[in-house]
């Protein structure tokens, strides 16, 4: 079969994704089912890390300090490639939205390029990790003991960067289910490697560190392949032949991704490390501050699962009308995955006001006298948490919908600025200067995040009169 009638074939494949009229009804069906599997997705993602960290504790305490040492360095850099890969979903979303299959298989093509590139960089900067605990002030001994893990564990990088590829590419054609059952799949494997590899049970070895990393790089190996194989069977995705010609280079779709990407991950890396310094400051109150902040931040996290599914439907919904130039098909996938977003958030924000005590009791033991402190604390940090619940959700899915129209390099400025010009400095100022503690450095981040929120609702809704919408582009 020629791929120009395997391109023609994949055309009427995807005309379910490509509405002729965008109404109100279909909009918001299309994006619950889109965004549902991978909000689902991105809680079991978390279950990966969480199974790490279970397990490692249950080696002793200084296998959990150190491996939670190694993972505090490969996360930040992790995310930006996230961040920076994931340009390839736009760019996918447009050219189905204008029936430009060539134009999908390049991409993918030159996705892997940049995902192979990217890790290759990161894993280079990354592997002599003991010098960089020496340098950071740790302990030799949880140094050497983080390096082993990193060694192992940062080859990960190569398999799950493709693998977001991919991801791209299935939630570009809808199907969102096939990367949770991938994603859920991957937890089992996780889950028996590290009980093989770092126990020494079933015959094998009794790696420890070196197990857990060796677990994390194949359990991402196995999720790539899987989808690979799925993509190159299944009937909608293996006439795209996405791996013809995958040598040839596309210099222009190449640099896209980075121009697209860059803005994205280093938006990203700011967030992560408005909060990592917020942990700072905590930990400049105390201990117990430290580790209410650690308890609020994890139910906050967990909360920003659902609107960051429902932004990464957000930017395929967009990217889908973009490409197609209907204009009232972005305004609707725009603002309905927006209030969909800010509306689910504002379901957790109740829950944070209403039964806060309840939430934190799954981290703190209220019977344990020594806890008292901390759970109060962290109840009170969880009442801030609930202020900055709609305008988490919303920054991060009007986010989404932006990065379906390609606008990342403005978007990013105004998130540093906000987070580092803004957020930052008013919790330094709540919490030390006035004197509000915790719940001060937690009104900073509120501040920030509602910051981005603003700008960014208002940049969408203004898209046209600022030259976002520029069909010629595409």
């Excluded at 079969?1 to 494949?13: H, P, Q, T, W």
């Excluded at 006001?353 to 109840?379: H, K, R, S, T």
């Amino acid at each position: 079969m020629s791929i120009n009638l395997a391109e023609d074939r994949a055309s009427e494949a995807s005309d379910q994704s490509l509405p002729s009229v965008w109404r109100w009804g279909e909009e918001i069906k299309a994006t619950f089912l889109l965004a549902w599997p991978l909000v689902i997705a991105q809680v079991a993602q978390m279950a990966l890390v969480t199974t790490d960290v279970i397990m490692m504790g249950w080696l002793g305490p200084k296998f959990l300090a150190a491996g939670t040492l190694a993972s505090s360095l490969m996360s930040p850099f992790y995310l930006f490639g996230i961040g920076l890969v994931s340009a390839v979903a736009p760019m996918i979303a447009q050219a189905i939205g204008a029936r430009d299959f060539k134009s999908v298989r390049r991409t993918v093509r030159q996705g892997f390029w940049v995902a192979v590139l990217l890790a290759a960089i990161l894993v280079a900067l990354i592997w002599n990790a003991e010098a960089i605990f020496l340098f950071a002030g740790q302990t030799e001994e949880s140094s050497v003991m983080a390096q082993v893990y990193v060694r192992y564990a940062i080859w990960h990088l190569f398999a799950s960067f493709l693998f977001l590829v991919l991801r791209c590419l299935l939630s570009a054609q809808g199907k969102t289910k096939v990367i949770l059952v991938i994603t859920l799949a991957g937890i089992v494997v996780n889950g028996l490697g590290n009980y093989a590899l770092m126990f020494g049970n079933w015959g094998f070895p009794r790696l420890e560190l070196m197990g857990a990393g060796i677990s994390t790089t194949f359990v991402n190996t196995v999720m790539f392949l899987i989808a690979l194989g799925y993509i190159l069977t299944h009937r909608r995705f293996k006439r795209y032949a996405i791996l013809v010609r995958l040598w040839k280079p596309d210099w222009n779709r190449f640099f896209e991704i980075f121009r697209i990407g860059l803005p994205v991950g280093c938006m990203l890396t700011a967030e992560t490390g408005l909060f990592a310094a917020a942990t700072l400051l905590m930990g400049w109150l105390g201990t117990n501050e430290l580790a209410a902040h650690a308890v609020a931040l994890q139910c906050a996290s967990i909360a920003f699962m659902i609107p960051l599914g429902i932004s990464q439907a957000a930017t395929i919904r967009v990217g889908l009308a973009y490409g197609a130039k209907k204009s009232e098909g972005i305004r609707k996938a725009g603002w309905v995955s927006i209030i969909m977003g800010t509306g689910f958030m504002g379901t957790t924000c109740l829950a944070f006001w209403l039964i806060p005590e309840v939430l934190v009791g799954f981290y703190l033991d209220p019977l344990l006298p020594e806890n008292q402190i901390p759970l109060q604390l962290a109840v009170s940090y969880l009442a801030v948490a609930a202020l900055f619940q709609l305008v988490d959700g919303g920054q991060v899915v009007t986010s989404g919908a932006l990065r379906g129209l390609s606008d990342t390099k403005v978007p990013m400025f105004m998130a540093i600025f906000a987070y580092w010009g803004l957020g930052l400095p008013i919790s330094y100022f709540c919490g030390f200067v006035l004197g509000w503690g915790g719940q001060g450095i937690w009104l900073g981040l509120a501040a920030g995040l509602a910051f981005v929120a603003v700008v960014f609702v208002i940049r969408f809704a203004l898209r046209e009169r600022l030259g976002l919408v520029n069909y010629k582009s595409i």
